[in-house]
T-cell receptor, first 115, second 109 residues
Framework: EAGVAQSPRYKIIEKRQSVAFWCNPI?????LYWYQQILGQGPKLLIQ????????DSQLPKDRFSAERLKGVDSTLKIQPAKLEDSAVYLC?????????????FGPGTRLTVL | AQRVTQPEKLLSVFKGAPVELKCNYS??????LFWYVQYSRQRLQLLLR??SRESIKGFTADLNKGETSFHLKKPFAQEEDSAMYYC???????????FGQGTTLQVKP
């Protein structure tokens, strides 16, 4: 089966610019996660969707980050405006449901560099 | 606060040597525990989960609830085990994972 798809794979922007990332989860997976992974650290959950509803966005910096999953399938994550500290790899993952017994499948990530 | 500590950033061993990657966690409630792995130029993927009580690629992980540790072990390391390993406790309700900072395992020939 096809895995989680993400685009773009790389993005370089200047601070204060805007950027958007796209994720297509594995078909049939109800739960979608966005993680931020700063160099040298483990992934940190930004937001979790169950279908098109938000389950957890407690660590999403809502003054500049937004995410949506309008039809319960694809999702976009936006940063507006970007700061230098947003430089990171942004990972999307999906699972059948949100229960802990379900494995999370990860995409290849988008590497963002903010200059 | 929920926290995961992997004390070694880099663990370097020779092929055939035993390996132990340490993980200590602080977590309210009773989390489920996972190890995820990322091989070079590959995606992050599940290695094993405590609930399954299984051995994957020769790796096992022992949960010590008293010490809140979930160390990953393998008796004889192979070169193909070289990768980044992440310990991750998860919420049994939502599936939310808290990742440690990771340990790079380097297995030398």
């Amino acid at each position: 089966e096809a895995g989680v798809a993400q685009s773009p794979r790389y993005k370089i922007i200047e601070k204060r610019q805007s950027v958007a990332f796209w994720c297509n989860p594995i078909s049939g997976h109800a739960t979608l996660y966005w993680y931020q992974q700063i160099l040298g650290q483990g992934p940190k959950l930004l937001i979790q969707f169950q279908n098109n509803g938000v389950v957890d966005d407690s660590q999403l910096p809502k003054d500049r980050f937004s995410a949506e999953r309008l039809k319960g399938v694809d999702s976009t994550l936006k940063i507006q405006p970007a700061k230098l500290e947003d430089s990171a790899v942004y990972l999307c993952a999906s699972s059948l449901t949100g229960g802990v017994v379900n494995e999370q499948f990860f995409g290849p990530g988008t590497r963002l560099t903010v200059l | 606060a929920q926290r995961v500590t992997q004390p070694e950033k880099l663990l370097s061993v020779f092929k055939g040597a035993p390996v132990e990657l340490k993980c200590n966690y602080s977590y309210s409630g009773s989390p489920e525990l996972f190890w995820y792995v990322q091989y070079s130029r590959q995606r992050l993927q599940l290695l094993l989960r405590h609930i399954s009580r299984e051995s994957i690629k020769g790796f096992t992980a022992d949960l010590n609830k008293g010490e809140t540790s979930f160390h990953l072990k393998k008796p004889f390391a192979q070169e193909e085990d070289s990768a980044m390993y992440y310990c991750a406790p998860g919420s049994s309700n939502t599936g939310k994972l808290i990742f440690g900072q990771g340990t790079t395992l380097q297995v030398k020939p």
